[in-house]
């Protein structure tokens, strides 16, 4: 084992503050990483407040890592020292059950390992996040990330990225759709660039008028402000599909009546309960509501390379480890532009 330097919410809501773990050492089938960046998603807050309940404290957060292979193990083929690598949300799952031979690990029948605030099968206790200097991950849940992309530009799309590209690739998101990506945040502004790269019409559905110009940048055709009853009544019944993050409960019923006949709602965004929602908005034209998380590891790799070659990158806020509980303020009040990510340099 091998003692690391990282970041930890010693209860819950408490400020993130140093805090030395352990990793194992590196098994035959491991690849040792040091990290370089990591992304701080709104999950890692959720998580330290334990919003979704079952957080295991200390909480180590973070799950959009890259950084460089520094060991393998014997049966590690695909992987060498030097390599550029990024670990998401899941470190480990059955592989053998139907779900993760269909390349679902993220739904594992037997549970997956998430990154953090799983059981840590190999030193019990807990698994703890990318907000530290090293990991150690089963070869298998290790990424290769494309040499061309900035690597800390990279990061978030480990989390963000695969969150919104596998529904849309799911759906079958193409040239003549229009999409509609609800909230732009860490997880929307990969969206619009997404769906903006499948060919899609993509809108920016927002309750910020101040992000209008951005989102144009970012690579939506237009922009909806969600609160305004008479724009909202003018795209009634015209999207073929709608991408909904927003972080917390809400009232869906306004953005189902967005949706032409047989088209869906996919949200990532809130698990927690909604708001009623009528039925009527769905069955007046067989609408559908559904739900996506993460990706597997198949489709993650397909993620990366797809932005490797449409040279698709996050656009980041660089933080440096100790800004991390201001970091986190900013996020709950609607102001990062568009994800945050700390510089793991600044924990040496
Ligand atoms: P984020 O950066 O905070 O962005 C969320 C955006 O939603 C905000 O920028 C804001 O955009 C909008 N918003 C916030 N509060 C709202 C409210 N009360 N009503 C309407 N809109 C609101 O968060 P994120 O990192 O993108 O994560 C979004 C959610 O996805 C989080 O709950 C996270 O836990 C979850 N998540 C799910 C998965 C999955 O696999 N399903 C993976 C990662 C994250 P506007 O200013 O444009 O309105
Ligand atoms: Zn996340």
Not at 273 to 278: G, N
Request: hydrophobic share 35%; glycine share 10%.
């Amino acid at each position: 084992m091998s003692e690391v330097k990282a970041y930890a919410a010693p209860k819950q809501s408490a400020d993130l503050e140093p805090k030395t773990i352990e990793r194992r050492e590196v098994t035959e089938n491991d690849v040792a990483i040091d990290i370089l960046f990591c992304g701080v998603c709104h999950s890692d807050i959720h998580q330290v407040q334990n919003d979704w309940g079952g957080s295991r404290y200390p909480v180590v957060p973070g799950h959009e890592i890259v950084g460089r292979v520094s060991k393998v193990g014997k049966n590690v083929s695909k992987f060498k020292e030097g390599d550029l690598v990024g670990v998401g949300c899941m470190v480990d799952s059955c592989q053998t059950c139907d779900t993760c031979k269909k390349d679902l690990e993220q739904f594992c029948e037997n549970g997956a390992t998430m990154t953090y605030n799983s059981e840590d099968k190999h030193l019990g206790g807990h698994t703890f996040g990318g907000y530290s200097q090293k990991v150690v991950v089963d070869k298998e849940f290790v990424l290769s990330v494309p040499e061309n992309l900035d690597p800390a530009a990279a990061a978030p799309l480990l989390c963000a990225g695969i969150t919104t590209f596998s529904p849309l690739n799911h759906w079958g998101i193409k040239k003549g759709d229009k999409v509609g990506v609800i909230g732009l945040g860490g997880l929307g502004h990969m969206g619009i660039k997404f769906s903006h790269a499948m060919g899609a019409e993509t809108v920016m559905i927002t309750t910020s008028e101040s992000k209008k110009e951005d989102a144009k940048r970012l690579g939506a055709d237009a922009v909806l402000i969600s609160k305004e009853d008479d724009a909202m009544k003018k795209h009634a019944g015209s999207f073929d599909f709608l991408l909904n993050t927003i972080p917390v409960g809400h009232d869906v019923n306004p953005y189902l009546q967005l949706l032409k006949v047989d088209a869906t709602m996919v949200m990532v965004g809130a698990i927690e309960p909604l708001e009623p929602m009528h039925g009527g908005n769905l069955i007046m034209g067989r609408k559908r509501i559904a739900g996506s998380l993460i990706g597997g590891i198949k489709e993650t790799q397909e993620m990366l390379d797809f932005c490797g070659e449409h040279d698709i990158t996050c656009d980041i806020e660089m933080i440096k480890m100790d800004e991390i509980n201001e970091a986190f303020s900013r996020v709950k009040s609607n102001d990062v532009k568009y994800r945050f990510v700390i510089d793991m340099e600044s924990l040496k």
